[in-house]
């Protein structure tokens, strides 16, 4: 049996860890039930972040083709779920400011106006069966109730419901959505692990299940909010995205501060950290692999550049979302000056990002052919996209490819 032993990244603590653990091999487990993921949490370890331009980060140096920016629908999408982690009452605010843009409908004696009977069916969902399961899917359901009642007590929600008339269709069709994604917004913004951590489409799943309850449109959002939007939403996410502006994340994600403080500690007093590491991974039957995420990948790689022992038990380093590349760019790896590339006994490599993580680097163009490099999509915005990995089922099928007795990732390229 491979054993994997998971290294975690900078600010990570318990029971953050243990919850981080338990997805790994729950994802693991499905598909590659011979793999055991073997605990390391090294607690308070240290370390430092910089912050640097190179050729290790991904999409940034110039290509000899044209690199004339192209939005595509996706990007406006994960643009607005940035700007919503930030604040889930943004598509709302429009929506009220809008209005419905047409002359009012006719009173109707008796009727309910449209958008006070919406103010009343919100109350209802916490007991829709469709939405419990939905939030149940997401790891949200134990905030429904808390979400709800921040919701109602909002005076924006009220003044959205506000705008709507009775009986009218065109951009008013598109609130329950509005409402739906405030919603599960508002549930993002309160994990302890980030936003990032629920799946896109469980996330998504979510926003349908309220929309369908409160008898909304099937997909899109309104367009007058939609059109509204979009120009804001992409400045906010490129200023929440520009390297110049990393941490100022921590008005999305409390769980991204402090990387500065443990990879500051991590290079003056990382060799308490490396010797904890390697004592987990003799404890392990082989193969071991080494999964390190962040912090946890510079770690793995410093403790194999510079244990040559270790490598017949260590067949493999995996380094998801990692600093690794840029530290060596920037001479900065306690293990390896810069210039001296790879060691000889060094194992088998393979290094994952996501273009829309900042903290996530290349490798090949660093250390050349023995570092694989593999994207994944986590289908988040640049403000969740490094916590996001643990939750993306095409990391898993990565994984599974690459660890002894995979089909390995030659087809991942």
């Known amino acids: 049996m491979t054993s994997v032993l998971f290294i975690h990244g900078t600010g ?10 338990r997805t790994v091999r729950a994802g693991l487990g499905r598909i590659r039930p011979d793999v055991a993921v073997a605990e390391c949490d090294w607690g308070s370890a240290l370390g430092s972040y910089l912050r640097a331009e190179g050729a290790s980060i991904p999409g940034y140096r110039p290509q000899k083709t044209d690199t004339t920016p192209r939005r595509t629908p996706d990007d406006e999408e994960r643009a607005r779920w940035a700007l919503l982690y930030a604040e889930p009452d943004a598509e709302l605010t429009l929506f009220a ?16 106006p449209a958008g006070q009977r919406l103010w009343k069916q919100v109350s209802g969902l916490a007991e829709a069966p469709a939405v419990r399961e939905a939030w149940e899917a997401a790891g949200l359901a134990g905030q429904l109730d808390d979400v709800l009642r921040d919701l109602r007590s909002s005076g924006v929600f009220r003044s959205a419901c506000n705008a ?9 069709r598109g609130l ?17 692990e980030g936003p990032g951590a629920v799946p896109v489409a469980e996330r998504d799943a979510a926003v349908d299940a309220v929309t369908d309850e409160l008898g909304g449109d099937e997909r899109g959002l309104a367009e007058v909010v939609g059109r509204s939007l979009g120009a804001f939403a992409r400045l906010a996410e490129r200023a929440g995205g520009s390297r110049l502006v990393v941490s100022r994340r921590g008005t999305i994600s409390e769980h991204s501060l402090g990387f500065s403080g443990d990879i500051l500690s991590y290079l003056v007093r990382g060799e308490a950290v490396r010797a904890y590491v390697a004592d987990l991974t003799g404890t392990l039957p082989a193969p071991v692999v080494l999964l390190g995420h962040s912090l946890g990948g510079v770690i793995g790689f410093d403790l194999l550049a510079s244990h040559p022992s270790l490598t017949p038990h260590v067949t493999q380093l995996i380094t998801v979302g990692s600093q690794a590349p840029l ?8 293990s390896r000056p810069y210039g001296t590339g790879l060691p000889a006994h060094f ?13 996530s680097f290349l490798g090949s163009p660093i250390f050349g052919s023995r570092v694989r490099d593999v994207e994944v999509d986590n289908g ?14 095409r990391l ?18």
């Not at 709507?164 to 008013?172: I, N, S």
């Not at 329950?176 to 302890?192: D, E, I, K, N, Y």
């Not at 194992?347 to 903290?359: E, K, S």
């Not at 898993?396 to 390229?413: I, N, S």
């Open 347 to 359: 194992p088998a490599w393979l290094n994952v990002y996501d273009p829309r993580d900042l903290l």
């Open 327 to 334: 530290l060596y760019e920037l001479d900065a790896l306690p």
């Open 12 to 21: 990570v603590r318990a029971p953050d860890y243990a919850a981080a653990l």
């Open 97 to 112: 400011l809008s209005g419905p843009g047409d002359a009012p409908g006719a009173f109707v004696p008796g009727a309910v």
């Open 176 to 192: 329950p959505r509005l409402t739906g994604r405030s919603l599960v917004a508002r549930a993002l913004a309160r994990l302890p």
């Open 164 to 172: 709507l008339d009775d009986g009218r269709g065109g951009p008013g």
């Open 396 to 413: 898993y099928e990565v994984l599974a490819q690459a660890l002894p007795g995979g089909r390995g990732c030659a087809g991942m390229m």
């Open 380 to 393: 988040q915005p640049v403000s969740a996209a490094h916590g996001a990995y643990w939750a993306n089922p």
